[in-house]
């Protein structure tokens, strides 16, 4: 095996069990994008690799080498968070500089330059960090961790602390900064955005469980598990008999259908349900209705609706049908 295998990893606070028994590998070049609620696991996963926190069981190792009793300094990874902890006594250049100290002051200075090119800070390199905006200062925090490269990247919600419209920026920049140093990245996020936008392969962690890891178009289509496809946001999820009836797709009886995001459509040759509340998101409407069952479905429609019933279909397309069991 080359690139990173972790195997049967357990990481304990005392009595909670942060990581259970987790296999992941990570192949060199690869982005992983670890996604899952708050508590899930993911940060207690990562430490453990990077050896922050110690495995009780388990294996880390990059190829053949175990690393699991390595020094965290010694394991040839690097590690960025979501606040950069820049040194504010160093100018961007120091910082960028700051994992180069074996290496020539020419070579330094020229990866320095090539770093802040990928992360698009060129000529900002005399800066003090306290003069940088929360973008610029994640920018210049990934130059340094890129610097001494890495055979592994660690992230731990690098981006979280900036707002909305700085993130999704950012990512793009993260992105290609991965790509353009062809460095092997693990990513721990909480926002599935995030996560599709960037990872190659995404995993979803509950309760300290790896559900499933695969690329994000399949993770979607394929979702494996209703835990899964509940955290990608499917629901409610509905007997096959009930999804037929709105025009879904069937489900045997240990099946059960998840209802995505745009799956029912208004249509007025559907089935009429009653509609309980609306409200406005990003310049669309969510519509509530009473499905059969009792349950609550959503349906998107351009402006609202007339108070009553609404006459909707379930489109299969935007269905995805999983095992009744977990
Ligand atoms: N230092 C600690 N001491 C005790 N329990 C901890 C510690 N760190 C984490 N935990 C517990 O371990 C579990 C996993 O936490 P972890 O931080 O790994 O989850 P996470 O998925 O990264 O969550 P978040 O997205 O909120 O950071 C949680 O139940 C948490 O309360």
């Known amino acids: ?6 195997t049967g990893a357990v990481v304990r606070y005392g009595d909670v069990v942060a990581v ?18 708050s508590g899930s696991g993911k940060s ?49 250049e120091g910082n960028v500089a700051y994992g180069l100290y074996r290496e020539p002051k020419a070579v330094r200075r020229a990866r320095v330059a090539e770093l802040l090119a990928v992360v698009g800070l060129s000529g900002y390199g005399k800066r003090r960090v306290s003069e940088l905006s929360g973008g610029q200062a994640q920018r210049v925090a990934l130059a340094r961790s890129l610097a001494p490269r890495p055979r592994l990247l660690l992230l731990d919600e690098p981006l979280s602390a900036l707002d909305r419209n700085l993130r999704e920026h950012m990512v793009g920049v993260l992105g290609d900064a991965l790509r353009a140093t062809g460095t092997t990245a693990l990513y721990v996020t909480h926002d599935q955005d995030e996560a599709f936008a960037l990872a190659d392969r995404v995993g979803v ?30 629901g409610p999820f509905v007997a096959g008999e009930l999804s037929q009836r709105l025009g879904g797709p069937g489900a045997a009886p240990n099946e059960l259908v998840g209802i995505g995001p745009a799956a029912l459509v208004p249509d007025p040759t559907g089935t009429a349900l009653p509609v309980i509340e609306q409200r406005y998101q990003r310049g669309e409407v969510l519509v509530d209705v009473r499905l059969p069952d009792g349950q609550v479905g959503t349906v998107r429609t351009a402006e609202k609706v007339p108070n009553g019933d609404l006459a909707l279909t379930l489109d299969p397309s935007g269905c995805v049908i999983v095992p009744v069991s977990h």
């Open 205 to 234: 962690m509950q309760a300290g469980r790896l559900l499933q890891v695969d690329p994000p178009d399949v993770l979607w289509r394929e979702p494996e598990s209703r835990a899964v496809a509940g955290f990608l946001g499917y």
């Open 1 to 6: 095996m080359s690139g990173l295998t972790v």
């Open 44 to 92: 207690s996963l990562l430490r453990g690799i990077a050896g922050l926190e110690p495995l009780v069981a388990g294996q880390v190792c990059w190829g053949d080498d175990d690393l699991t009793d390595v020094a965290v300094h010694k394991r040839g990874f690097g590690l960025m968070f979501q606040d950069g902890q820049l040194f504010n006594h160093l100018s961007v």
């Open 20 to 37: 259970g028994d987790v296999d992941l590998a990570v192949a060199p070049g690869e982005i992983v994008a670890l996604l899952g609620a």
